[in-house]
C-alpha cells in the first residue's frame, strides 16, 4: 500500500451542544495521530472560519481548511466548510456539493457519512455528538453496513439528547460514550 | 447503490447516444445523483434505468435536470457581491462597453444580482450579461427572471448584507406568490445553452463568472473550464469563482494575479 494512504477516517458529527464536547475532545487526541479527523457541524451559511480557528486553540493537531478537491491526509483535523455538503471521491480528495439542504442542513451529517462509508469503508470511526436534529442516524446505518464504527455520545450526557437518541433507535452503535470516553476511543479504536 | 462500473456504463451510454460527457465529473456526486434518481423514479435495477434513458429523449432530458445541481440564490456570500461592487466594477466602469458572462448560471439568480448591481452603479445601460448553463429547462426560468415570493426576504437580506442601499423590493412586482424582476434586466442579458465540457470559447469579456460550477468537475476538467475562461477573458479581465473554488495548481495560475484572499482573479498577461 502506498505511503500515507488514509486506512483509517475518523469522523465527528454534531449539532446544537456538541461544540462543548469538542472543546473536551480536542486536547486530548492521541499524540502522533496517525489517521485523519473531519469534523461536521451544523452552522450557520454567515460563518467564516472562527470554528476553525477555535478548534485550533485546542489541539496540537493541525487544523486544516476544505476547500474542493482538498486532499484528506493522515494527522490532521478537518472541518467541513458552512453551506457545502461534503463528499469523499476513492482518490483521497474531497467535493463540496451546494445541492438541496438534507435535514434541513447543509452541511449535513447524513451526507458526510453515508459517503465516507461508501469510500472508506471498515476504516470509518463515526462519532455522532449532541443536537435537537435526527440527522446523522441514517449516516451510522450506513458506516455499519459497511463494516465501520459507531460511537454515540450518551443521550444523558448530551445537552441535547435527540440527535443521539435518534441514532440510537435506528442501530446498536458500537459505543456508546461519555465526553471522557470518547477521547480515548478516537485512539484506540 | 449503483456501483463504479455501472456508473462507467452509464457515462459511456450517455456520451455515445447523445455526445453529453460525464466522464470528467466528480464520481462522488455524479454517483449520488443518479442513486437519488433512481430512488424517486423506483428503479431497483440499474438495467431498466439505463434502457429507459437510452430509448427516450425525454427521460433523458431529465436525467440531466436531475444530475446537475441547480440549486441557487441572489446575492449568495454577500461578501463576495460587496468586493464586486466597491473593487471591481469601478474598474470596470472605465471602459465604453462591458461583457459579463456568467458560466453556470442555474436558474439566473446570480444573473440579476449583478445587472442590481450593475444598476446601482450606473453601468447597466453599457452593459452585456451573457448567461449560460448545460441545462436548457433552467435557462427558461432565468429568461421570465421569475423567482419564488418566498425567497425575496432572504434575498433582501442578502442584498443588504452586500452593500445595498435601496429598497430591494422596488426590483420586481409581486404577484401570486411570485416575483416578477423588471424586463429593464433582461433586456441586458442573453441566455443560451453552452456546455464548459465540449462547447467553445464565443466571446471576449471583461468579467467571467463561474460559481459552484467547478466543484462538480474533477481536477482535468476544471482544468479544461479554466483554460477556456482564459481564452475568454481580455486582458486586465477578471475571473470569479465560488467561495471553496480555486485556480490553484491549474495551468492558468501564472497568468493570473488574485485579489487580496477573494476569489476574483485578474488576467495580467
Ligand atoms: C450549483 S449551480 C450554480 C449556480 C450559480 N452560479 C451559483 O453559484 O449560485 C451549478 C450549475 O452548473 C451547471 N452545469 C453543470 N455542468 C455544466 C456544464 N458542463 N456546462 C455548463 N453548465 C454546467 C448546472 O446545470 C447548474 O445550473
New interface residues.
Given amino acids: 500500500m502506498e505511503k500515507g494512504q488514509v486506512k483509517k477516517l475518523v469522523l465527528i458529527g454534531g449539532s446544537a451542544g456538541s461544540i462543548e464536547v469538542l472543546m473536551a475532545v480536542l486536547p486530548r487526541l492521541p499524540i502522533g495521530m496517525d489517521f485523519p479527523i473531519v469534523v461536521v457541524l451544523h452552522r450557520k451559511s454567515s460563518d467564516d472560519n472562527t470554528l476553525e480557528e477555535l478548534f485550533a486553540m485546542k489541539t496540537h493537531v493541525p487544523v486544516r481548511e476544505i476547500e474542493d478537491k482538498t486532499r484528506i491526509e493522515n494527522g490532521s483535523l478537518y472541518v467541513v466548510p458552512a453551506d457545502y455538503h461534503l463528499l469523499f471521491e476513492s482518490n483521497g480528495t474531497v467535493s463540496l456539493d451546494v445541492s438541496e439542504k438534507v435535514h434541513y442542513s447543509r452541511p449535513s451529517i447524513d451526507v458526510v457519512f453515508e459517503s465516507a462509508a461508501a469510500t472508506y469503508k471498515e476504516g470509518v470511526v463515526a462519532i455522532l455528538l449532541s443536537g435537537s436534529n435526527a440527522d446523522g442516524a441514517l449516516g451510522c446505518v450506513r458506516v455499519q453496513e459497511n463494516g465501520g464504527t459507531v460511537v454515540v455520545q450518551n443521550p444523558a450526557e448530551a445537552e441535547m439528547p435527540f440527535m443521539p437518541n435518534s441514532a440510537i433507535q435506528l442501530l446498536k452503535p458500537d459505543f456508546i460514550a461519555s465526553t471522557d470516553d470518547i477521547a480515548s476511543l478516537i485512539g484506540r479504536i | 447503490?449503483i456501483e463504479d462500473r455501472e456508473i462507467d456504463w452509464l457515462i459511456n451510454e450517455v456520451h455515445e447516444y447523445y455526445g453529453y460527457d460525464f466522464s470528467g465529473y466528480?464520481?462522488?456526486?455524479f454517483?449520488?445523483?443518479v442513486d437519488r434518481l433512481m430512488e424517486v423514479d423506483g428503479f431497483k435495477e440499474f438495467g431498466a434505468f439505463l434502457s429507459k434513458i437510452r430509448s427516450e429523449p425525454d427521460y433523458f432530458r431529465r436525467m440531466v435536470e436531475e444530475i446537475t445541481?441547480n440549486?441557487t440564490e441572489m446575492f449568495r456570500d454577500p461578501a463576495f457581491y460587496k468586493t464586486l461592487r466597491t473593487k471591481i466594477l469601478p474598474e470596470l466602469g472605465t471602459k465604453p462597453f462591458v461583457r459579463i458572462w456568467h458560466a453556470g448560471c442555474s436558474t439566473g439568480e446570480e444573473v440579476y444580482s449583478m445587472a442590481i448591481l450593475l444598476e446601482e452603479s450606473k453601468l447597466l445601460h453599457k452593459s452585456l450579461l451573457y448567461a449560460t448553463d448545460i441545462n436548457p429547462q433552467v435557462l427558461e426560468t432565468a429568461r421570465k427572471g421569475i423567482f419564488p415570493l418566498r425567497m425575496m426576504k432572504d434575498y433582501s437580506e442578502n442584498y443588504v448584507a452586500s452593500g445595498g442601499h435601496q429598497d430591494f423590493s422596488g426590483y420586481y412586482t409581486a404577484n401570486y406568490g411570485y416575483a416578477k424582476f423588471s424586463e429593464r434586466f433582461s433586456k441586458k442579458m442573453v441566455f443560451s445553452q453552452h456546455n464548459l465540457v465540449s462547447d467553445r470559447s464565443f466571446n471576449e469579456f471583461d468579467l467571467i463568472l463561474c460559481r459552484?460550477v467547478?466543484?462538480?468537475f474533477?481536477?482535468e476538467l476544471?482544468d479544461h473550464a479554466l483554460q477556456l475562461f482564459d481564452d475568454s477573458l481580455s486582458l486586465l479581465g477578471h475571473l470569479a469563482l465560488?467561495?471553496?473554488?480555486?485556480i490553484k495548481f491549474s495551468g492558468i495560475q501564472k497568468k493570473y494575479q488574485q485579489l487580496d484572499k477573494e476569489k476574483i482573479w485578474k488576467k495580467v498577461k
Fill in positions: 447503490m466528480s464520481r462522488a456526486s454517483r449520488r445523483r445541481v440549486v459552484n467547478l466543484i462538480y474533477d481536477k476544471q465560488g467561495t471553496k473554488e480555486s
